[in-house]
Each structure stands twice: as structure tokens, then as C-alpha cells.
């Protein structure tokens, strides 16, 4: 009877952790549903803003902006964006694979000399690169409590002077792209200085044309920082989105598990309870024989 009362536990235990599961899937898609909304907004003037600049990059060329200045990468800031809780698959190790893999193909040189430092959004790659006594600047965890425009700014901001200031020669950022709630794309890709776009190799030949109002300047001035800021604000956006649907996808194979689970210990406690009766029907019939005889 001891087994049986240990299955009844196993099998409540399994029962109480399917309901949370279950719970925390529904959290998630509701949240995807603003989050998806979000990003699906965004990313239209994000993406037609970088093309744009990318076709102008030709003609910015011997601009007095920091922001487009190629530089040696002596000093390389990693910009990786996570989440702060887990409990969502491989979506943050993705992050840590893909940051640890551009550094050993690109940096490793800089490594070794102490200067490959870390900005993370998210506490799962900052506590990461913290134990392992990596340069993580700043604490930006608090963004995801209030995720505006505004808040990722003040992050871009300071990642923007720490570049114009020379702290930095070259800016990457590591993050998951949203494609569905079943597909996130580990996506690297260079914040700083401003890529050239490929079209801009062949502007020469292309027949896009822009009459640029006030002047080349002023968009120098304003729309390559503005740039820069959406492209990070798209990119926290994406991961945002990502997390919910890899969070999603993960406690819905979780429930799946759960009930699998639960049939092998039904099964398994009426198999044990079938025994333990057949045992005592078993001990009744020969304590009777025994008697007669």
C-alpha cells in the first residue's frame, strides 16, 4: 500500500504542475497578443528608415557624424537583449550561444586584452556574463517593467556617447528576432558604426533619388541618431515578442508532457492497485484452504 500512496502523491504533484503550466501558457499567449501588435507596428518604418539611410550612405560619405566613422575595432561593446525570467526553452541560451560564438570568431583577440565589455537588456544574460567576470556595464533590467520608447532610448543613449567618446570602436547586438510563436531567429547584427546597406555599394548605378530638405546635415544630425534608436527599440521589441511566444510554445509541450505523464502514473497505480488486490484475494483464498483443510 506504501507504493500506491506514493504514486497518489506523484500523481497529484504531476496534476498541480500541469495547472500551472497550463496558467502560465495562457499569461504568455495573451501577452504575445500585445507584444506581436507592437513590433508588427514597428517594424515597417524601422526596416524603410534603415533602407533609407542605407541609400544615402553614398552621399554622407566625408560627414562630420561619429555615428558612420570606421574605425579599427580595438574596444567592442556586445549588446545582448534577454529576458529576466526563464521557464521559455533555449530562448536566453540562444542569446548566451550566439554572443559567446561572435566573440570567439571576431573578438577573441580583444578578449584576451579586457576589451570585449557586455551591455545586456535582461537579467538572464547579465547574471551569465556577471559570474563569469565578463565587463557587463550598467544594470538594465527595469526596462522590461515599462517598455517604451523612451526607456530603451536612455540605454541608446549612453551606448551612443560611449561610441562617440572612443570607449567603443565597434557596437554588435545579439538578439531573437519574432517571426512566429513557434520561430524565433537568433539574429546578430551591427548597431554601430551605421552599416552601409549593399545598395549603397551600387548607389552610383541606382536609380533612387532623394531631394534632401533642410540640407545633408541636418539629416545627419537628426535622422542617423533617430536611426540608431529604432533599431535598438525594434530589436527589445522582437525579443519581447519572442520570449512570450517561446514561453508559449514551451508550456504548451510542458502541459502535453504533463498529461503524458499522468496516464503512465494512472496506469501504473491501478496496475500496483490490481496487484495489491489480487494479493489479498490471494491470502484470503489460501487462509481459507488452510482452514477447511
Not at 551569465?128 to 541608446?156: C, H, P, S, W
Request: glycine share 4%.
Amino acid at each position: 500500500m506504501a507504493n500506491l500512496k506514493e504514486v497518489r502523491n506523484r500523481i497529484a504533484s504531476v496534476q498541480s504542475t500541469q495547472q500551472i503550466t497550463k496558467a502560465m501558457k495562457m499569461v504568455s499567449a495573451a501577452k504575445l497578443k500585445r507584444a506581436t501588435n507592437a513590433i508588427v507596428q514597428l517594424r515597417p518604418y524601422a526596416t524603410k528608415l534603415k533602407e533609407i539611410l542605407g541609400n544615402l550612405s553614398a552621399s554622407l560619405e566625408g560627414s562630420t557624424s561619429p555615428f558612420i566613422e570606421e574605425r579599427e575595432p580595438n574596444k567592442v561593446l556586445i549588446v545582448t537583449v534577454s529576458s529576466n525570467r526563464g521557464l521559455a526553452g533555449a530562448f536566453n541560451m540562444n542569446v548566451i550561444k550566439a554572443t559567446n560564438n561572435l566573440i570567439a570568431e571576431k573578438y577573441s583577440e580583444q578578449l584576451k586584452k579586457g576589451n570585449v565589455s557586455i551591455v545586456s537588456i535582461g537579467k538572464k544574460t547579465q547574471d551569465f556574463y556577471e559570474k563569469r567576470n565578463y565587463k557587463v556595464i550598467g544594470n538594465n533590467n527595469e526596462v522590461y517593467q515599462a517598455l517604451t520608447f523612451e526607456n530603451v532610448t536612455k540605454i541608446t543613449d549612453a551606448i551612443m556617447a560611449g561610441f562617440e567618446k572612443g570607449e567603443f570602436d565597434k557596437v554588435e547586438l545579439v538578439y531573437n528576432q519574432f517571426k512566429n510563436a513557434a520561430v524565433q531567429i537568433i539574429t546578430t547584427e551591427q548597431l554601430l558604426p551605421l552599416p552601409k546597406s549593399e545598395e549603397a555599394a551600387n548607389a552610383k548605378e541606382s536609380n533612387v533619388d532623394y531631394i534632401l530638405e533642410p540640407s545633408k546635415e541636418e539629416i545627419v544630425t537628426q535622422l542617423i541618431p533617430k536611426s540608431i534608436k529604432i533599431q535598438l527599440y525594434k530589436a527589445v521589441l522582437d525579443s519581447h515578442a519572442s520570449e512570450h511566444g517561446a514561453r508559449m510554445t514551451s508550456m504548451d509541450k510542458a502541459t502535453e508532457n504533463a498529461g503524458d505523464l499522468l496516464k503512465a502514473l494512472k496506469l501504473s497505480y491501478n496496475q500496483a492497485r490490481q496487484a495489491a488486490i489480487t494479493t489479498e484475494l490471494t491470502e484470503i483464498v489460501s487462509g481459507a484452504a488452510a482452514l477447511n483443510g
